[in-house]
């Protein structure tokens, strides 16, 4: 039975919290009371399911069951975890934990607030150890950090189980010691927008220049070394103390209005987002979603090859995932293994998908099973792999720039040294390529074939074993010209 998670506030964040616990297996009962939030959930979750499943590289588990609630104590009913995302109000805030511990006491209460202290969440609360904050980034279903903020109410015991949950949905639960107004995240980015503010209000640069600055450079390096590691680096072999005594006493200039605020007025707004709608109004919101999450994608796929900063926590989720799928026992169905999007380097002169691709979709999709079986990049390291000896490809359909495929892989057979499989290339149910490949196992110092490592075939043995019930794949083994029947 599938576990359930309630979400209190279907907004941007409560959206993507949906999103994040329903592609991860969970039940998801939402609660809001915008007549339009069906609708606005539903956005969301469509471009959580393009975007999410492309991070992984072993089976997604089967989706959870999205309802909507017409009340809060409908949602919460038999809830294992409930996230609350409502308005930065406190006295709002304070109303729904109320209702919610009336009807589902012991339950863990994570708040999306950004700015407001669980001391300040926890006031005059019937259970105040199960409110505890939970701040998450925009787009939830992608960017793994959730600040946790507990106060001294909470049990340890209680918030290390609201971190175990968070990591089980791919999430990387920064446990903030002592409490503060805004965290940590967003103090930083505060200071970092009241500096930007000042840079418009005065004429020196705008919005957009303001953001070319940050993307060209500096936000680059912040993706995948955050500030310190990155002015560790910059102060060369010497480190960070020499960085320091170079660049300390700068901090004693007047360069920054860091402590001034500009004066918040109908003029200010004005300038903000008019710059605003002249960098970017070209794009509907939506539309600049998906082109965030495609970077977004992008990013952390290289982070995650490379086993470096956020790309390591989705390592990590794929190995639960990896060993969660191994307990439950192999099903007889082929395994969805890769979801991919045709890009423009992938078209030929006709505007289709060239060759290559094919060949390129169906390594992404093998290469995945075979991470899924313990045989990746790590046991490679070690001296043993899987080679392709021989491939069969049909091409069925053809693609265009956007389409979204999927990699699904069927064991044919397998034994010790060989592993022979069936690859089909999908547009949503119609099948554009298949693929049949013979690998053979290798032991790479010696250069020829060897068995294959016991904890290998422990985890490949079961699934050819499930597979075996499958029907054999009518192209499997054809040739051309060969006649059907």
């Not at 300040?120 to 998450?136: C, T």
């Not at 959730?146 to 909470?154: G, I, L, Q, Y």
């Not at 390096?221 to 955050?226: K, V, Y």
């Not at 499997?476 to 059907?484: D, E």
Request: aromatic residues 8%.
């Amino acid at each position: 039975m599938a576990r359930k998670a309630a979400i209190i506030g279907g907004g941007v964040i409560g959206g993507g919290w949906a999103a994040r616990f329903l592609l991860n297996g969970w039940d998801v009962a939402v609660f809001d009371p915008d007549p339009q939030a069906e609708r606005k959930i539903g956005e969301v979750l469509a471009n959580a399911r393009a975007a999410l499943p492309a991070l992984s590289d072993v089976p997604m588990p089967a989706e959870g069951r999205l309802s909507f609630a017409g009340t809060v104590t409908e949602a919460v009913e038999g809830a294992e975890y409930i996230q609350e995302s409502v308005s930065e109000r406190l006295d709002l805030k304070h109303r729904v934990f109320a209702q919610i511990q009336q009807v589902a006491p012991g339950v863990l209460i994570g708040s999306s607030t950004s700015g407001f202290k669980p001391s300040e969440l926890q006031q005059n609360a019937p259970d105040p150890g199960m409110i505890f904050v939970a701040h998450p980034f925009n787009p939830v279903y992608l960017l793994p950090l959730a600040e946790v903020v507990p106060s001294p109410a909470n049990p340890a015991e209680a918030i290390e189980n609201a971190k175990e949950i968070l990591r089980e949905i791919g999430m990387f639960p920064l446990h903030i010691r002592k409490e503060i107004d805004a965290h940590i995240a967003d103090r930083f980015l505060e200071a970092v927008w009241r500096e930007a503010l000042w840079l418009v209000k005065d004429g020196i640069a705008t919005t957009e220049e303001i953001d070319e600055a940050i993307r060209m450079g500096f936000g680059l390096r912040w993706g995948q070394m955050g500030l310190f590691e990155t002015y560790r680096v910059a102060g060369g072999e010497a480190g960070m103390k020499h960085f320091m005594a170079q660049f300390g006493p700068c901090l004693q200039w007047p360069w920054t209005k860091l402590t001034d605020v500009p004066e918040f007025n109908d003029e200010l707004v004005d300038l903000i987002a008019g710059q605003s709608d002249a960098q970017s109004g070209h794009h509907s919101i939506r539309e600049l979603e998906r082109i965030r999450d495609s970077n977004l994608i992008g990013f952390l796929r290289a982070l995650k090859d490379r086993n470096w900063g956020a790309g390591r926590v989705l390592r990590d989720h794929d190995a639960r995932r990896a060993t969660a799928f191994h307990e439950a026992g192999a099903t007889g169905a082929p395994l969805v293994m890769a979801q991919m999007q045709v890009l423009p380097g992938w078209i030929d002169y006709n505007g289709h998908m060239t060759e290559s691709r094919y060949l390129f979709a169906a390594s992404e999709t093998s290469d995945a099973f075979l991470r899924l079986i313990g045989a990746g990049m790590d046991y490679v390291a070690a001296g043993h792999s899987y080679y392709t000896a021989e491939t069969h490809i049909m091409h069925l359909g053809e693609c265009k720039l956007g389409d979204r495929l999927t990699g699904s892989l069927q064991v044919l057979a397998a034994d010790e040294k060989r592993l022979h499989v069936f690859i089909r290339i999908q547009r949503g149910d119609e099948v554009v390529a298949s693929l049949e490949q013979m690998l053979l196992h290798v032991d790479m110092k010696a250069n020829k074939t060897c068995p294959a490592a016991a904890e290998v075939l422990a985890r490949l043995n079961p699934i050819a074993e499930a597979h075996k019930a499958l029907p054999r794949p009518e192209a499997a083994g054809r040739f051309t010209g060969q006649r059907k029947g």
